[in-house]
């Protein structure tokens, strides 16, 4: 058994050329960058835009980065759809390429679905995957889903499939709920990563393991010092300059605001397209963007070079 | 340009065989049975567990309905995706074997998007399909996709692509959004259809044009019978009768209970089979579906002979 994958992984924002294509290039150098800075890849999360590409396109943009030495024990993609065709195709790419691990959404067309049902979703993409390689983090975000991983859930996919189902990132936003996990779960190797750095400090204290944020596309050196750091005096400082910079992104539409902030600090306007139902930040947004981070000085070094 | 789909339409079911996989012949056959009981065809739609399907899945079912001499002027299957590109070539795909119009679910996994990103996705898949036979129909879902399509969204499409944009599919299940719906566009040749029987008689008198309902996978013959005698005196009782089914399938999982209903009617279990998230109905809760039916005189003649 290799290593558990833990500490900072960023949902790897994906850059769309002029018409809309995604770039492999661009995500293989963004990628790189991420992981000079200390941060683990969470391609294909909800701040890559997972959802508004093609099953097709993902696994051509994984292979790109597998194949571009990107090394695979740093990778959790995303590999949970609608479809469990899709989430079972998806998911054995991943794990014969090697990833650490899959981040799983729900399937979230339908509202009101029991438990039993999802059981028998993420039991059917074991059994289909059939690889003993598999390591499933459950991902629970019921403010964009709205299906969530309830405790129960989680509990009777402990017992099943033990060595399979190893982590959850909370993307609730609730403390109590992040808490609840650690306290239950993680006593049997069930690793709890927050759904952002404003938890990373007290998540870290509780027993859990780390943080996936949006944010670390931008951040993430800041917020892998704090991984370093959190036992020592100054560590509450450093959440508290984390928590400076996070607020600034998260008051603006999320995935357009990092795009516009890589687009801005790398001198390449390609990183500030989004595909449809998402927008740009228009001339206004972006110029107050900037300029707030620049008040605190913020800076993204070494950054797509 | 050809005559518009109207009336009444089934998001036909989706049988699955043992192995979970889609099962073509079955699915011919159901329609065939819908379109002998005066219903057209909404495949792949919310009820069809469309969601559920990969978009391979659904462009090889498609493809076996049209060689299967299903006729496509009947024909309005659902084309929506998360993923543009996959909305686009589900679209492209469903124009070229000719059906009569396809009906759009906006993007879903993003919450709180504005209508200029819904504007640019419908702009975008209509662009990208280039074909002037393309009749879109709006899919108002907001219960089930969260993300729903405005008033203001509609008239801003309808200025800029008004062939194209034909109608809508209501299934806000808030009538006063239906007659809205009907009183502003209407006018403009934008065909209305309700989300379920429950509001057929209402939404004729109003000016709509038919209903898209997940009933009419079961009780297909009686809601036909309104829509021709929606203007005689017996209008009222048609629409009660209606109404009494209808609200036995709905006070239990839609799906499921449909499901149920067409494999006791036909006789074959197969029909039974849902896909995850999705449970098939119980023993307990299955006789108690079929026992209320009975005590309705509910009948499906002629089903899958």
């Given at each position: 058994m290799t290593e558990r994958i833990r500490g900072l992984l960023a949902p790897v924002v994906t850059p769309f050329d002029a018409s809309l294509k995604p770039d492999p290039e661009r995500l293989l150098r963004h990628c790189r960058w991420l992981l000079s800075q200390g941060s683990g890849l969470a391609v294909f999360g909800t701040n890559s835009e997972a959802n508004s590409l093609s099953v097709d396109e993902r696994i051509a943009l994984l292979d790109y980065l597998v194949e571009g030495g990107i090394p695979t024990q740093q990778m959790m993609p995303g590999t949970g759809c609608c479809a469990i065709t899709d989430s079972i195709r998806l998911t054995a790419r991943a794990v014969n390429n090697g990833v650490a691990g899959c981040l799983m959404l729900p399937?979230?067309?339908?509202?009101?679905?029991?438990?039993?049902?999802?059981?028998?979703?993420?039991?059917?993409?074991?059994?289909?995957?059939?690889?003993?390689?598999?390591?499933?983090?459950?991902?629970?975000?019921?403010?964009?889903?709205?299906?969530?991983?309830?405790?129960?859930?989680?509990?009777?996919?402990?017992?099943?499939?033990?060595?399979?189902?190893?982590?959850?990132?909370?993307?609730?936003?609730?403390?109590?709920?992040?808490?609840?996990?650690?306290?239950?779960?993680?006593?049997?190797?069930?690793?709890?990563?927050?759904?952002?750095?404003?938890?990373?400090?007290?998540n870290l204290r509780a027993g859990g393991v780390g943080c996936i944020s949006a944010t670390a596309n931008v951040n993430?050196?800041?917020?892998?010092?704090?991984?370093?750091?959190?036992?020592?005096?100054?560590?509450?400082?450093?959440?508290?300059?984390?928590?400076?910079?996070?607020?600034?992104?998260?008051?603006?539409?999320?995935?357009?605001?990092?795009?516009?902030?890589?687009?801005?600090?790398?001198?390449?306007?390609?990183?500030?397209?989004?595909?449809p139902p998402l927008v740009e930040l228009g001339t206004e947004q972006a110029a107050a963007l900037i300029s707030e981070l620049d008040a605190v000085r913020f800076e993204m070094p070494g950054l797509h070079n």
């Open positions: 399937p979230f067309y339908y509202k009101g679905v029991t438990d039993e049902g999802l059981y028998r979703n993420f039991a059917t993409i074991i059994d289909a995957v059939g690889n003993a390689r598999l390591r499933i983090y459950l991902y629970h975000i019921p403010p964009v889903a709205q299906v969530g991983i309830s405790f129960e859930l989680i509990e009777r996919l402990l017992k099943s499939y033990p060595g399979t189902v190893a982590g959850i990132k909370d993307s609730s936003g609730d403390w109590s709920n992040t808490q609840g996990l650690v306290s239950r779960f993680a006593g049997s190797g069930f690793d709890v990563f927050a759904g952002s750095e404003s938890f990373l400090l007290p993430p050196a800041a917020i892998h010092r704090l991984l370093r750091h959190w036992q020592t005096p100054e560590a509450d400082g450093l959440q508290a300059g984390l928590d400076t910079v996070r607020a600034i992104f998260q008051k603006r539409p999320m995935i357009a605001a990092l795009k516009r902030a890589i687009a801005h600090w790398s001198g390449d306007e390609t990183w500030s397209r989004v595909r």
